[in-house]
């Protein structure tokens, strides 16, 4: 079974780093790669990409290999409100 996770990968904030890191991932090839948001237009200098996995271990393996050390990988819940209900309440 899948999970989804976030992965963030900051790059350098000078104009030369963005256009490298962008040119890095749309030269893979990889759909999840070339689909990254990117947040430099205003100022927050990282790839954002959210996938669905089967674990953080293969989220981490979607980053190309020199930007893997910086790349946060979070995995990604939901949450009803049902759920919280029964956390809240003294049998649950």
């Known amino acids: 079974m899948s999970s989804r996770f976030l ?3 900051p790059h350098d904030s000078d104009r030369k780093a963005c256009t490298e890191a962008v040119k890095v991932f749309l030269r893979t090839g990889s759909h999840f790669l070339t689909h990254a ?3 430099c237009k205003d100022g927050d200098h990282r790839a954002i990409i959210v996938v669905e996995v089967e674990n953080k271990n293969d989220a981490r393996n979607i980053v190309p290999a020199e930007f ?3 790349a946060k990988i979070v995995q990604l819940n939901r949450f ?3 759920e919280m209900e029964r956390k809240r309440s003294p049998n649950g």
């Open 68 to 70: 893997r050390p910086a």
């Open 7 to 9: 992965i963030e990968v």
């Open 37 to 39: 948001d990117w947040g």
């Open 80 to 82: 009803t409100m049902e």
